[in-house]
């Protein structure tokens, strides 16, 4: 016998559950010939703590609830706000940049210090803060907490540092950007208004200086009053009284008029020589009506008026001011008015904001705006307004991940080379055309490509049964491939059925996939109880996709309860578990049939994925078949399992045959560790309708269906994600037919809302929103291997499934394909599976499988299983290589498949030597030797709470396991041993979102979807959190501030240049004061080790920056230098001239000159 004498790393010691007595006897009493023991299995374990630390990478997707938006014209960076205090800074593909506010307060504005890498921020807390943008990841410098005003609007202008913030109450105070503290300098509102004046102008709506005078400020209110402010005099230049409340101003550019947009959809013209009355009173989508009064038409939120060379004619870019009449069908609009052309663009959501991006960052200058960013609740987009169509550009970002709300992701590290490059190559065809030809505006930033950067794919599947492709490698995230699961059906129709009961839900949404990079198969589960099997292949094919239907829907009989006698036999009712064709005897006209109706006729398929098979679940006795729990598919076995809380269905995808369709129940065997009622037949499940009932403490209820992870909230129950809800079996009404309206309201409205008794709640709902008591109940229900028997009205749903190469009974010798199967009270069960070896058998020969019999338990409900060899490398599962299905066929060489087998064996010196089950439920972690089934290790990793999400993952060239909590702790345990590495309190709260969409990868990584429109994605590495810097983009590059033009000497002379005056002297601390100590809190930046570090990032931007300077110093000393030498030289000729008039004029008298 083998032994592995290798270093043990504290490996018993650190044990919680230390070594477990084998039990070495196999079938016939013999012990096995090759069979290791535990004290055989000597494993160094390189993984210590400190190779680990969360870290947040990177967020993708939409900014969720935007609020404002802001450009820096020279940096050409964009930011983001949004109402949960975040902001997204972006710039060319790879600078994208997210921060969050600490409070939580919503952004309401955004100000850039242009070309001076820093970004001011006004937050609903009535805070203002500066954000360090000179670093890869933005710090706040200072903060400033207005105590007793509330913020409304801010403005700040360009290279100045005097920050206007104007209040509610309607007063504008000045904020010193440099030292953040207020000025004693303020406009308070009753000086800005006439004394006779009796209202109150509203809050501050506006504030510009004029592009004419810096030293004149237009204030604008909400009540329609616009005023111009001397800040030298202190005094009022001129008052502007209007009927309709004000939205936005906008400055013609050389200062003599400007516009605004109000709230009854007019705007007005307004000229500084004569301020009684506008010039001009417009509206743009009003008409006049036969009686002669204007429709009536919604606000125009914002203006912009924007001048141009090319035109003499100006732009005016406008967001709303449709009538009410035409408003009600019609969708957000953006106006762009040049000239006579009117051009409106539809919007698919409502616009939160708009920006006109102009080429000069001047305000006195002639603009020429070159593309319009057009912020919207769900998506953001940019026009280029130099092409007459007015066309978009093609977004570089993933914005567009939420375009059907996020059903579950999936995370693939490591994946082979070639498959980005083919799904990118195939997923071009399917890119929208019609974009704009020029380059994406916002191009700011530098990225460069990591050193340390390796093949990843983030697949996403959708509510209306699509799934994306991304490729995810170098912290980046595009689009790769798209897949829609919704063409292999027929479009179901009104009244036709089950599928009639459908159309108003998301009957294809995506609830699982199984992927494999290798092989390329692909395998989505359905909200409606089907799979779907797809192959990849790079030519295109017209295929019959393959049909199967199963009944798999069992007696409310097939519960879990305390009996009076011991080993009760188990009848199985063969009708309830073999696969039955529509119509078959004993079923009702609408039962039988699957809920999607699969086209019968030959499907014309793209290159891509295309669908080979649909496995679908029957309605049964008018109940809907219940969602599928659980999925895995082996390309070299050629088998697919998926189990729901009914029992286990094993289909054979090259025969295309159902080998397996047995209840939860039957693959015990005669090895039940618990005692269970008798079960009645089907056929008398009328005159038992006793059984179905609920105990004392009866809790009946309708849960509303699953909502998709975008939820914000869980309506009810929080749920994991492994451990699915059942519904319990009602007894069918004699006499009354069914309809729609019955089935609708019945317990199983398809396949969405179940009925649930309370206790099937506790046992699969660990954790329960009703009361704090109830809480404690749940957690307190242990599911241990010592119970005997629980609660009746439960079922056991099969969670977790993983097909392998194991030991599928004690006495094995020699590994054989098996399928591991975990259900939702922690039995663990292994079935064997003989499979032929040669490839025209195995294509001929039936697949024998079966329960052998083999029990394990732990707490809680099976999560994860993964297989260790001996000596602690994780084995992977067989594979077959992939092969075009629709490749052309080479007749000397036959095509045969190639399949790839990880052996527990082949990676060991002898054959049968064994190998290291790893198995992790909800609250327990067991490390398992086979064929012995000793238990070497076991770690009860929580109490109060469970687990969401375990994965066994591949870190520093090693392995753990990886555990998400709901409590939201992420912990880390090291292989074998089950050693606590890492246990972090990551998220303080969990919604069901994140528990769906949490998931572990290989290389230390991870994501999960932060909200519903972005996917946040973290490491636990603590290599990689050291190396994020050099991965992530800097924000700012030192780039020289263009001049101001030169408007020559009689714009100048007649007053075209705009007046530049001190702000210092006006605003600063000697001649202004100290404002008041009351009025606002100055709050200094936080100087933590993170930001230190990410100050440490920007040294090389620091070093280009002081490059730059010292070139510029030394420009301006040679200038300096030649200046002096003309100088010298003046003063040499006038020298001269000098001394010859002096010579000239010596000897002469004065009555002589």
Not at 256 to 278: E, I, V, Y
Not at 414 to 429: M, Q, T, V
Not at 849 to 871: E, N, Q
Request: net charge neutral.
């Amino acid at each position: 016998m083998k032994k592995f004498r290798k270093v043990l790393d504290g490996l018993s010691s650190s044990s919680p559950g230390g070594v477990a007595s084998p039990s070495c006897g196999s079938a016939a009493g013999t012990p096995t010939a090759h069979a290791p023991t535990p004290q055989d299995i000597h494993v160094q374990e390189t993984l210590v703590s400190e190779n680990f630390q969360i870290c947040k990478t990177v967020r993708h997707g939409f900014p969720y609830q935007p609020t404002c938006l802001a450009f820096d014209p020279v940096q050409k960076i964009l930011a983001i706000g949004s109402r949960t205090g975040g902001i997204r800074i972006l710039g060319r593909p790879g600078v994208d940049c997210y921060s969050q506010h600490e409070s939580g307060a919503a952004v309401l504005q955004l100000q850039f210090l242009i070309n001076e890498g820093a970004l001011v921020t006004a937050c609903a807390d009535d805070t203002l803060h500066l954000w360090n943008l000179r670093q890869r990841r933005p710090a706040i410098l200072h903060s400033l907490k207005f105590n007793r005003e509330r913020i409304t609007f801010c403005h700040l202008p360009f290279q100045s540092k005097w920050l206007y913030v104007g209040t509610e109450r309607g007063n504008t105070h000045i904020v010193n950007i440099e030292s953040f503290v207020l000025s004693g300098y303020v406009i308070m509102w009753n000086k800005a208004i006439e004394l006779a004046t009796k209202a109150h102008p509203g809050p501050v709506v506006h504030l510009s200086d004029s592009p004419k005078d810096e030293g004149k400020l237009l204030i604008g209110f909400e009540s329609g009053t616009v005023v111009q402010w001397d800040l030298r005099a202190k005094k009022v230049d001129f008052r502007i009284y209007y009927d309709e409340a004000i939205h936005s101003v906008s400055w013609h550019h050389e200062g003599k008029q400007f516009m605004c947009s109000h709230s009854d959809g007019s705007l007005t013209m307004w000229n500084l020589r004569n301020t009684a009355r506008p010039i001009q009173i417009t509206y743009p989508h009003g008409k006049i009506l036969k009686d002669g009064r204007k429709e009536s038409c919604k606000p125009i939120l914002k203006v912009e008026y924007k001048t141009s060379r090319n035109s003499s004619e100006p732009y005016v870019i406008f967001s709303g001011g449709l009538s009410y009449d035409k408003s009600g069908g019609r969708r957000p609009t953006l106006t762009i008015m040049h000239g006579k052309a009117i051009t409106v663009l539809e919007m698919d959501h409502p616009i939160v904001e708009f920006l006109v991006l102009c080429d000069t960052p001047y305000s006195n200058e002639v603009q020429d705006p070159y593309a319009v960013v057009v912020l919207l609740e769900k998506d953001f987009i940019v026009v280029d307004l130099t092409q007459s169509n007015f066309p978009i550009f093609e977004n570089p970002y993933p914005m567009d991940i939420h375009e059907s709300p996020v059903t579950c992701t999936a995370y693939f590290a490591e994946c082979p080379p070639d498959i980005i490059p083919i799904l990118y190559s195939i997923g071009a065809k399917q890119k929208k055309t019609g974009y704009s030809h020029k380059e994406w505006p916002v191009s700011g930033g530098t990225w460069t490509l990591g050193s340390q950067t390796y093949p990843e794919i983030i697949v996403t599947g959708h509510a209306d049964g699509t799934v994306k492709f991304w490729d995810a490698s170098a912290i980046t995230l595009q689009m790769l491939y798209k897949l829609k699961t919704s063409k292999v059906f027929e479009k179901p129709k009104a009244g036709e059925g089950r599928a009639g009961e459908l159309v108003e839900e998301d009957p294809y949404a995506v609830q699982m996939v199984s992927w494999c990079p290798h092989s390329r198969l692909f395998c989505v589960v359905g909200i409606s109880a089907h799979v779907i099997l797809y192959r990849f292949s790079k030519h295109d094919a017209n295929t019959q996709i393959v049909s199967l239907e199963v009944r798999l829907q069992f007696d409310s009989e097939d519960v879990i309860s305390p009996s009076e006698a011991e080993n009760n036999p188990c009848f199985s009712d063969p009708s309830s578990h073999s696969p039955q064709p529509p119509g078959s005897p004993g079923s009702g006209t609408q039962d039988s049939l699957p809920c999607l109706k699969v086209k019968s006729r030959p499907v014309r398929m793209p290159p891509g994925y295309q669908a080979e098979m649909v496995v679908q679940l029957q309605w049964v006795d008018g109940e809907p078949p219940q969602q599928i729990t659980s999925l895995d598919i082996n390309s070299a076995y050629g088998l697919l399992a998926f189990g729901n809380c009914n029992g286990l269905t094993v289909v054979d995808f090259l025969q295309k045959t159902i080998l397996m369709c047995m209840g939860t129940l039957d693959l015990y065997g005669a090895a039940d560790p618990y005692q269970r009622l008798t079960r009645s037949p089907r056929k008398n499940r009328q005159s038992t309708s006793g059984l179905t009932e609920l105990s004392d403490n009866q809790v009946s209820m309708d849960m509303e269906r699953s909502k998709s992870p975008t939820s914000d909230h869980v309506n009810g129950h929080c749920t994991s994600p492994t451990s699915q809800p059942c519904s319990v079996g009602k007894p069918r009404i004699t006499g009354v037919p069914e309809g729609p309206r019955l089935t609708r309201r019945g317990p199983g409205r398809p396949p969405f809302r179940k009925a649930q008794s309370a206790a099937c709640m506790e046992i699969s709902l660990p954790v329960s929103s009703h009361t704090e008591e109830s809480r404690e109940n749940s957690f307190s229900r242990s599911r241990s291997s010592s119970v005997s028997s629980i609660d009746r009205d439960t079922k056991e749903s099969v969670t977790t499934l993983q097909f392998g190469e194991s030991y599928g009974r004690k006495g094995d010798a020699l590994p054989t394909a098996c399928l591991w199967v975990g259900t939702s009270l922690g039995v663990v069960l292994l079935l064997p599976i003989s499979i032929p070896t040669e490839e025209e058998e195995r294509m001929e020969e039936p697949i024998t499988m079966g329960p052998s019999g083999t029990v394990l338990m732990l707490k809680g409900s099976v999560l994860r299983f993964a297989f260790l060899d001996c000596g602690g490398a994780l084995i992977q599962s067989p594979y077959e290589v992939w092969r075009d299905p629709n490749g052309p066929e080479d007749p000397d060489r036959p095509r045969r498949r190639k399949l790839i087998n990880f052996s527990p064996s082949s990676s060991q010196e002898a054959c049968g030597d064994g190998h290291l089950a790893v198995v992790c439920s909800e609250k327990q972690a067991k490390v398992i030797l086979m064929p012995t089934q000793a238990v070497l290790f076991t770690h009860n990793i929580t109490e109060s709470s469970f687990l969401l999400r375990a994965d066994v993952v591949s870190v520093c060239n090693s392995v753990c396991l990886a555990c998400f909590c709901a409590n939201g702790h992420i912990m880390t345990l090291s292989l074998p041993s089950l050693r606590p590495l890492m246990d972090i309190n990551y998220l303080p709260l969990t919604d069901l979102r994140i528990a769906r969409t949490f998931v572990f990868t290989n290389g230390g990584q991870a994501l999960y979807l932060s909200s519903p429109t972005e996917i946040q994605r973290l490491t636990y590495s603590q290599e990689m959190t050291d190396n994020l810097q050099d991965m992530l983009g800097e924000l700012f590059t030192p780039i020289e501030t263009p001049e101001a033009q030169n408007k020559g000497f009689l714009k100048g002379f007649f007053g075209g240049n705009a007046q530049t005056f001190d702000r210092e002297e006006l605003f600063g601390e000697a001649a202004a004061g100290k404002a008041s100590r009351s009025l606002a809190q100055h709050i200094p930046g936080p100087m933590g080790l993170e930001n230190m570090k990410a100050a440490a990032g920007g040294v090389v931007g620091d070093l280009a920056r002081a490059r730059i300077a010292l070139d510029q110093r030394g420009e301006r000393l040679g200038e300096l230098e030649e200046r002096t030498a003309l100088m010298m030289n003046s003063a040499e000729t006038f020298s001269t001239h000098a001394h010859q008039v002096m010579l000239k004029h010596k000897d002469k008298k004065w009555y002589q000159l």
